[in-house]
């Protein structure tokens, strides 16, 4: 039982540069959800999906995008990306009780 | 809309002294108030909650109230070990689960030995 996993742990891109983040779960939970952490803001959300096929926007999700076809994944994509996305990337799953994250992607956008 | 204001850090103590880390909020509802602890390098863990009013999370020696009065949920230990140095964020979700969780930004502690 692996929980909530994200590739890569580490990414340098440069502007304009796309690429995705994997996100996936193993718990069959419904919500899932994309934060960003950056110093003094804790954490933010980017978007969320309550069950495969239904995704929406959170807080901050100008630059990304979202699909949910399976329980499973979320991939989180950025298309074209910018210096202010240089952050770390958390994924969540929320269970009857709790939250549960992944360890992060560390992205530095040059 | 919804907020989390917790104290700014870094906190700095030494070990078995007594901590207290505050937390209060804005919210139009009745949300659901969370602690959550983050260890280096890694991604959040559930420290504790609380659902209602007046309930009392607690976990590893930590506690907090959720009080409605004061919109506070201050987070307490009272003797403090090396192994406790973490961020802690106080955040809030309008369900108990803690999906479209609003974060804190964060207060880090360090414990010296």
């Known amino acids: 039982n692996a929980g909530v996993t994200q590739t890569p742990k580490f990414q340098v891109l440069k502007t304009g540069q796309s690429m995705t983040l994997q996100c996936a779960q193993d718990?069959?939970?419904?919500?899932m959800s994309w934060y960003r952490q950056d110093p003094g803001m804790g954490l933010r959300l980017i978007h969320y999906s309550v069950g495969a096929g239904i995704t929406d926007q959170g807080e901050v999700p100008n630059g990304y995008n979202v699909s949910r076809s399976t329980t499973e994944d979320f991939p989180l994509r950025l298309l074209s990306a910018a210096p202010s996305q240089t952050s770390v990337y958390f994924c969540?799953?929320?269970?009857?009780?709790?939250?549960?994250f992944g360890p992060g992607t560390r992205l530095t956008v040059l | 809309g919804d907020s989390v204001t917790q104290m700014e850090g870094p906190v700095t103590l030494s070990e078995e002294a007594f901590l207290t880390i505050n937390c209060t909020y804005t919210?139009?509802?009745?949300?659901?108030l969370f602690w959550y602890v983050q260890y280096p390098g890694e991604g959040l863990q559930l420290l504790l909650k609380?659902?209602?009013?007046?309930d009392k999370g607690s976990n590893k020696g930590f506690e907090a109230t959720y009080r409605k009065e004061t919109t506070s949920f201050h987070l307490e230990k009272g003797s403090v070990q090396v192994s406790d140095s973490a961020v802690y964020f106080c955040?809030?979700?309008?369900?108990?689960?803690?999906?479209?969780?609003?974060f804190g930004a964060g207060t880090r502690l360090f414990v010296k030995a």
């Open positions: 969540a799953t929320t269970g009857t009780d709790t939250q549960y």
């Open positions: 718990m069959n939970h419904e919500y």
């Open positions: 919210a139009t509802g009745y949300p659901s």
């Open positions: 955040a809030l979700s309008d369900q108990s689960g803690g999906f479209k969780t609003i």
């Open positions: 609380a659902t209602k009013a007046d």
